[in-house]
């Protein structure tokens, strides 16, 4: 019960840390096939390494949205970042939405695009959301209150798993390399030392594309670990969800697949502290919430798969992108702060141009 409902990529990539390697990206989610899709793009070489599979981590453990900005709203954005970032991070995500579609047309990957939906949970949420519209309209972006939810037609949903599968199997063979554990990256004079068990490679560059798990290769580095949670149910015999869903800022998210499948994810405000964390176990506590949610939303059959991923949170809420400090031969692109399937591919892409 604790498998994700995605299953994995059919693709094997086995392999072992090159001696030597111009580019090394650590990390095979949604960031790093990313990256691997862009480098070949501007000929740079450029090496993958996994510690497990392609999608393994929290790339193939969520829900599988594709949406525009922040978990936030646009009124709470423009109050944080300022009306032109907030506006840029809208943009750079819609962008984000249709290259990578782009990107993995030719395969399949579940896409489709009905919008998305964001439901307040109470007077406060709703009043950000109807301020939100008026922003968003002001800003060029479709959106509309509906008198009930913000909907937000450009948006759409994915096999998450199933993209970065994609993405994975466009790239040149030997060029992904599954079941290396990094252990330590070490910034030399002119290159970096990368150790997996008892092999090392000289990478000229190296990109971490580890996300929640980044502290664990660099602990100055501050993403926080952070637990996601979901259940599925099996197939419902009638329409519950018309289009995927945010609610309670974000916190809580729920769609239904066109074969009936309801999923349903979040409610880590209800523990949050218990959720800073690097296990992928999920917790009977969060589970009794999302399955009463499930409930509450009609459906009747059974819960077939209960999952957690770990996530990377950041403190600004955006991702981290470029090289590290005092480690000008490391870069990182990571911290996505649950929305690593909106951000990643056009972040990858400011990442390998900046090499």
């Known amino acids: 019960m604790s498998t994700p409902f995605w299953p994995p990529p059919t693709e094997k990539y086995p392999g072992t840390l090159p001696a030597k390697a111009d580019v090394l990206v650590i990390g095979g989610g949604i960031a790093g096939t990313s990256l691997l899709w862009h480098l070949a793009r501007l000929r740079i070489d450029a090496v993958l390494v996994e510690r497990r599979h392609v999608a393994w981590g929290a790339s193939g453990r969520n829900a599988g949205f594709l949406l525009a900005g922040v978990a936030s709203s646009y009124a709470e954005a423009v109050r944080t970042y300022g009306r032109g970032k907030a506006r840029e991070v809208w943009e750079l995500t819609n962008e984000n939405h249709d290259r990578v579609v782009e990107a993995a047309r ?134 519950l969800v018309d289009m995927p869903v945010y609610s309670h800022y974000g916190y809580r998210y729920w769609r239904q697949l066109p074969s009936g499948e309801v999923l349903l994810g979040g409610w880590r405000d209800t523990a949050l502290e218990t959720e800073k964390t690097f296990d992928d176990e999920p917790t009977a506590e969060i589970q009794e919430h999302l399955e009463r949610a499930a409930r509450g939303l009609g459906a009747k059959t059974e819960v077939t798969h209960r999952w957690a ?20 031969n490391v870069h990182i692109c990571a911290g996505f702060t649950g929305h690593g399937m909106g951000f990643a591919f056009m972040t990858a892409k400011q990442v390998a141009e900046s090499i």
């Open 309 to 328: 991923g770990t996530m990377g949170f950041t403190e600004s809420g955006l991702p981290m992108a470029g090289p590290l400090e005092g480690m000008p």
């Open 106 to 239: 030719g395969h399949e990957f579940g896409y489709r695009r009905l919008g998305s939906a964001v439901v307040p949970a109470g007077d406060e949420e709703r009043a950000l959301l109807i301020e939100s519209e008026t922003l968003l309209r002001e800003d060029g972006f479709d959106a509309r209150w509906d008198g009930t939810r913000l909907v937000n037609p450009r948006d759409g949903e994915v096999n998450p798993a199933a993209l970065v599968a994609a993405l994975a199997r466009q790239a040149k063979a030997g060029a992904i390399r599954e079941g290396v554990g990094v252990s330590a990256v070490q910034q030399r004079s002119h290159d970096v030392l990368v150790t997996a068990g008892e092999v090392q490679c000289e990478a000229g560059m190296v990109i971490l594309a580890t996300n929640g798990y980044t502290a664990q290769l660099v602990p100055s580095v501050k993403i926080q670990p952070t637990r996601a949670q979901m259940l599925a149910t099996a197939p419902e015999s009638r329409e």
